[in-house]
């Protein structure tokens, strides 16, 4: 199988200042990881593991230390004007909080547009039939095009995120805990569009998640990540049914029941 998305001995640090003097914590450290074109790729760990610094590199978000990050072979430091135009279409990312991740000033039509208006010249009926085309995809109808993001709950701005996410056409989506802030109730149907649209879509998710039991449900691979470092990667059914790392164990030992249902 292919991979998509290739990290190299990927460093990132942060630095901190306090009373003059300075402190170097290393938020990913040397980690190598490879994502499949077409497999739902998981990073779980506890908050503060570096999982979601990982992810925001691969979205150019967060500046490298050292190491590398390939899609499709191709370095995303090392890029041409048109390779660093085209990424963002090819890469995108969902966030964990709905309610602060959509502007309340616009309404969801335009949410929708902008990105169609920034990086295609297509027609306005083109664009109207993708934004419709999307909607139908994750759920939701056109009804919503004239209402703001505060008319919705948190799962149907989740759905709205996910929309927007994906309007142009990316072949990687990244999801940072994107089920998190919701009521437990709505969570597995989020969960449940995910797996919908990765087949649907042919899409290829890196998904961010501290819950193992989601991921169980949800992922193809699984990587573990600990204070910076891939600790554990395997197949989703070997982490589960025979982790090798102590700290994968303890996170299994300690993993609530989720129930999750088509």
Do not use: W
Not at 58 to 69: A, E, F, Q, R, Y
Not at 118 to 141: A, E, P
Not at 216 to 224: E, P, Q, T
């Amino acid at each position: 199988m292919a991979n998509l998305l290739d990290i190299k001995n990927l460093t990132i640090e942060y630095t901190s200042v306090n009373k003059d003097k300075k402190t170097v914590v290393k938020a990913v450290d040397n980690v190598t990881l490879s994502v499949h074109e077409g497999e739902i790729y998981a990073l779980a760990g506890e908050s503060g593991c570096g999982k979601t610094t990982l992810s925001k590199a691969v979205t150019k978000l967060v500046p490298i230390k050292s190491g590398d990050i390939f899609f499709r072979g191709k370095s995303i430091i090392n890029q041409t004007k048109v390779e660093r135009k085209e990424y963002p279409k090819q890469v995108q990312m969902v966030f964990q909080n709905p309610f602060s991740s959509l502007n309340p000033k616009m309404k969801i039509g335009e949410i929708l547009q902008e990105p169609l208006d920034i990086n295609t010249t297509y027609s306005k009926n083109r664009k109207n039939n993708i934004i419709k085309d999307i909607l139908n995809d994750v759920g939701l109808t056109e009804t919503i095009l004239e209402l703001y993001p505060h008319e919705f709950s948190g799962g149907q701005r989740q759905r709205i995120a996910i929309a927007r996410a994906l309007i142009l056409n990316p072949e990687l989506l990244i999801a940072d805990e994107p089920v998190s802030a919701l009521d437990a109730s709505i969570q597995a149907q989020i969960i449940n569009l995910f797996k919908e649209l990765k087949t649907k879509r042919n899409l290829t998710i890196l998904f961010i998640s501290h819950d193992l039991n989601v991921i169980k449900y949800l992922a193809d691979r699984v990587g573990i990540m600990y204070y910076g470092r891939l600790v554990e990667e395997n197949d989703t059914l070997s982490i589960f049914n025979f982790p090798k790392n102590d700290y994968t164990k303890t996170l299994l030992a300690s993993a609530p029941a989720l129930k999750i249902t088509n």
